[in-house]
């Protein structure tokens, strides 16, 4: 260990065991957020710039925030000359970088222009690491990278790291076939050489009804929805189906097309109406999940946007007396100071849970929920809250976010309402209870907000669930794609020698 800190580290059996067995073939390593996958990479890095002196290590990970959190714990842990680049860095100073520093740490898409442009020479690293790998399929720039890399590399060594693959078969086939991989390391939170470092977590669904208020507007949306479907059967589409039978994903179906047939050339007249017609359908479906699930306040700022927008679609419904109907009903809400049931468990929750020091995540899908919640529990007594969300519009810069971080470690703030910005391999020290505001259907995306909390006691997790509504439908999909996911790799736990080292999965088969 030439560029290991050894003082610094506590290590771990199963993470010296993982070591020992991926550090020579490229590998997949499955292991639950919060045990360690960068420390596992430091070992690899190390063993393959000794085993290859002169050669160089690319740490990738997909977003910029999460790569300065690496960048940070192998300056901290490591005596590797490390360097950091990004596409706002001159494409000379990334040059320089690549030529200077041993380790360097790049999202994907940086490295992918910099291997078309000629500015990264990849013969010269001896190792390649993925985090976040379950993000490499499709186009995405993982897999142009490990493609190049494995052909120009002269000592080729892939380590793919994830908390949650997939959970369908077929899926982490692609991931493996993409990254080169032969080899599967795998460890949940039940293996003996995991469990002694594992915190329980305590996880408590809350299922809360629809009040009338809410409940009256919600009814007038799917009489909307209905009335436009009926629309659809007048020019000829869904003539033979049942209203109850068309959803969002026979509508996207459909509007995919139509977009085909018009792309074609196609500008009948069911043409041209289904596509606006179905565009009128999807928006309401969304303002009945934010009826429903989010909040009033959230449901308030899409209808506007909808009142102000230029699309056809957003014309004709700010011009329907039934949607500026649904519009003054939301706005009578708004006035009265009526909310989503969440928002007052929100606050039960945190009323209830912030003693003794302990800090919170709330999880919410939407930016503008943020905000709503951000208002319901500011004044709560105890509570120094802040707000977490991504770069888009007006959001957070990635200094601002590493700095809320910092400020919720440290006990500045003790509540941070979060989008999904800071589900995905953010190391958020700390965070003693996960409230999730809504479920999602997303099996990885349901693991890594649970690994947020319970890195060092025992973890509180609240989920939120309105009956009746998509919560419900989403909850369970999630659950069942999370014991597909166990089942996967629980089968290729028990079938180890059955993974061969050509890219096969035979366990899959």
């Not at 329980?200 to 009814?219: A, G, H, M, R, T």
């Not at 109907?325 to 009578?332: G, L, R, T």
């Not at 609240?462 to 009956?467: A, D, F, H, S, T």
């Amino acid at each position: 260990m030439k560029f290991i800190k050894k003082e610094k580290i506590v290590e771990r059996a199963y993470q010296r065991n993982i070591f020992e067995s991926v550090k020579d073939e490229n590998s997949l390593v499955v292991l639950p957020t919060g045990l360690g996958k960068t420390m596992i990479s430091i070992l690899v890095i190390d063993y393959r710039l000794n085993k290859y002196p002169g050669t160089k290590a690319l740490f990738m990970a997909p977003t910029k925030p999460l790569i300065d959190q690496h960048y940070r714990t192998f300056a901290d842990f490591t005596t590797f000359d490390v360097g950091i680049v990004s596409g706002t860095v001159s494409p000379k100073k990334r040059k320089d970088v690549y030529e200077g520093f041993q380790v360097i740490f790049a999202t994907p898409q940086t490295i992918e222009n910099d291997i078309r442009n000629g500015i990264i020479d990849l013969s010269d690293f001896s190792s390649l690491v993925v985090d976040e790998a379950h993000h490499s399929i499709g186009n995405y720039s993982y897999v142009y990278v490990v493609k190049e890399f494995l052909e120009k590399s002269k000592y080729p060594h892939v380590l793919a790291l994830t908390a949650s693959p997939a959970s369908d078969s077929e899926k982490i086939k692609t991931i493996c076939k993409n990254l080169g991989i032969n080899k599967i390391e795998i460890r949940s939170e039940t293996d003996p050489d995991v469990t002694p470092y594992v915190k329980s977590k305590i996880i408590e669904e809350i299922e809360v009804d629809l009040p009338d208020y809410l409940l009256s507007v919600v009814n007038s949306v799917k009489r909307l929805i209905n009335t436009y479907i009926d629309e659809l059967k007048a020019v000829g589409l869904f003539k033979d189906t049942p209203n109850s039978r068309i959803n969002r994903k026979t509508l996207l179906m459909m509007q995919k097309n139509m977009q085909s047939q018009m792309a074609h050339g196609n500008r009948a007249v069911y043409v041209i109406r289904g596509i606006i017609t179905i565009s009128k359908i999807l928006k309401l479906y969304h303002l009945l999940d934010l009826l429903s699930t989010q909040s009033v306040s959230a449901s308030k700022k899409f209808i506007s946007k909808l009142l102000e927008g230029t699309a056809k679609s957003d014309k004709e419904l700010s011009h329907s007396i039934e949607f500026k109907a649904i519009s003054e009903m939301v706005d009578d809400l708004v006035s009265k100071g009526l909310e989503n049931p969440k928002m007052e468990e929100v606050r039960r929750i945190l009323q209830r849970e912030l003693l003794d020091g302990k800090k919170a995540i709330v999880f919410t899908q939407y930016r503008d929920n943020v905000d709503a919640i951000f208002e319901k529990v500011k004044d709560l007594p105890n509570v120094s809250v802040s707000k977490f969300i991504g770069q888009a519009g007006n959001g957070l810069s990635q200094q601002e976010q590493a700095n809320i971080i910092r400020d919720f470690e440290a006990g500045v703030y003790n509540v941070i309402i979060s989008t999904s910005v800071s589900e995905e391999g953010m190391s958020i020290k700390g965070a003693d209870i996960a409230i999730f505001y809504e479920t999602i259907p997303s099996a990885i995306r349901s693991i890594q907000r649970k690994g947020r909390v319970g890195r060092y006691d025992t973890g509180k997790i609240y989920i939120l669930i309105v009956r009746g509504t998509s919560d419900q439908g989403y909850y369970w999909v999630s659950l069942q794609r999370e014991r597909r996911m166990r089942k996967i790799i629980k089968k290729i736990q028990e079938n180890p020698n059955s993974l061969k080292y050509d890219g096969t999965l035979s366990p899959f088969t």
